[in-house]
């Protein structure tokens, strides 16, 4: 029986070669921001190109970016490498900006088609398709094509490009493309040339890695960078953040810029970094803004002030504020599109928000300096090796930093700081309360201590010196009185220590005792929830069971509580855990007793108090 032939037509090893170069090319660090970054970004066109063919060439690159290769050519995959970065490095090296009648002169062409294939040589960009002689002149670009002009081109150079007997640079073939607005107002897309220098640099860096040793300069940025020289301008000329600026280190990468979606800069106050993105051209004074921007983030942790409100409006909220502060302090200069309002002036971050969650839809669209629709505070999901660089706790070394800067900046007589600034300043100079302080307030919040009245009826102890001189006693009257009560709900799984449930319930036992609490409803969650029911309060730490001990799933817990009938709708619970667990649905206002340093899984309505 004959045998079926195989549907499809066989792979062409022509085109196999082109397609290894070509993810080759988009792998090499040096050409990928002009691959993938900024706009307009180059392209390649597989096509049947008779001009080209005619000429004898493989390929031809145009001012917009679009390389036309012709499929017809035959390379193997070193010889289309060739090929490929020989147009990318035309785009590169900037021979299609300017005057675009350098197209059209025959010397111009020659030398600058010479001087990317010395580039290439030096590289080992690959392996030429065509022979060139050896060795190539050296000398400058343009004199050596004003020596070409006057003598004409050797004929032996001029073959030195890859669009054979006539130019490697081209008008554009296809229709321009609409043009794209960069994602930040006041911000403008990098030239060829820009974006060829950042790649250039990045695959400097991953040579220096290969090589086994560190990367050069302390901040990951060249010392003549702009956003380096705005933070060495912090430290010798701004004492209020100089100590900030010292610490803080920026990393430009086009990778991670891309991979977090950054579009200017993002901050991460638990690395001690801040990335920006240097595909991103600001002038030194509006880095200086962008950095104290990110910088006051991170030192007044917005972060972790979120609580319950939305991040992102949180963050949009920040910014009004922090832009405020800078503007007045007439710090560097503020770019184009950031979120300003002096309406806003004098007000906190705080009521802020409040404002902008009247109408959630449309403050969404609002851009940080990350871009529209993200926040530019980056959270614990950020890598780098900032924690282990601090020797102090972190809450310690920003308050010092900033209480230390604004004395000095006082003490200097360098101007007056905005009323706002000062006060969260020195909120931070005061430690806050301890947390049993904190519960404290809060049980006198929701349960008034029931109120004590003397009386003759029960006469005190009567004084040595007057003993005929009866004096009325303490007492509380003896009447039906409803009494508020409250939820405990108690983590009881395998992570929480007996250490920390006993300190928990013990505290709670002694407070809810001094408030006449007469009894609260306990329930011990784990994977499954166990209702104990209403307990005496004195009795809550002294002869509770914990039941249970498995994973930790509090939602039931929760529901359990919500749903009882014999529980007030509006009655408050006291959610004890250690954070490892996944409640996720709060629908009312909960407190939460957590060690410190835990980090909850969701964003928590009501107050928070973290046990030393």
Known sequence: ???????????????????????????HPMFRPLLFDGYPRARFRWVDDEEL???????????????????????DAEEWYWVITHCLLHLGFGHLDGDPARRNDPAAVAAACLAVARFQLDARLGRPPRPLPVPL????????????????????????????????LVQPVAPARRWVAPPVAGTRWQTWPERFAVGLAAAASAAVEAAGTPKPGPNGVARDNPWERARRWFVSSYPLLGAL????????????ARSWEIAVAAVDAYAGEIYVNPLRVLPE???RFVLAHEMLHAALRHGDRVAHRDPYLWNVATDYVINGWLVEMAVGEMPDGLLYDPQLRGLSSEAVYDRLATDLRRHRKLATLRGPGRGDILGHGAPGPGEARRGVDLDEYYRRALTGGLRYHQSSGRGLLPAG???EIRVLDEPPPPWD??????????????????????????????????????HRPEEEERRPTFGVLLDTSGSMSARLMGRALGAVAGYATARDVPAARVVFCDAVAYDAGYLPVEEIAGRVRVRGRGGTVLQPGVRLLERADDFPADGPILVITDGECDVLRIRRD??????????????????VFRMS
Not at 54 to 74: M, N, P, Q
Not at 150 to 163: F, K, W
Not at 450 to 458: G, L, T, V
């Open 1 to 27: 029986m004959a045998t079926r032939r195989r549907s499809g037509r066989r792979p062409d090893p022509n085109e196999e070669a082109f397609n290894q170069a070509e993810k080759r090319a988009y792998d």
């Open 245 to 256: 600026a010292a610490g803080f280190r920026i990393v430009a990468d086009v990778e991670l």
């Open 590 to 607: 909960h407190a939460f007793l957590v060690p410190r340093g835990a980090r909850l899984p969701f964003s928590p309505r009501g107050p």
């Open 137 to 168: 002149p050296g000398g400058a670009e343009e004199r050596l094509a004003a020596d070409w002009r006057q003598r004409g081109v050797p004929p032996e150079y001029l073959d030195c490009g890859v669009g054979g007997h006539g130019s490697d």
């Open 285 to 287: 004074r509006q880095c």
């Open 437 to 474: 302080v904190q519960l404290a307030r809060w049980f006198d919040e929701r349960f008034p201590a029931r109120e004590r009245r003397r009386s003759y009826a029960r006469p005190s102890r009567r004084q040595a010196a007057t003993p005929d001189i009866p004096r009325p006693g303490w």
């Open 53 to 75: 063919a005619e000429a004898r060439g493989w390929a031809r690159v145009a001012g917009g970016g679009e390389i036309v290769v012709d499929r017809r050519r035959r390379a």
């Open 421 to 423: 600034l000062v006060a």
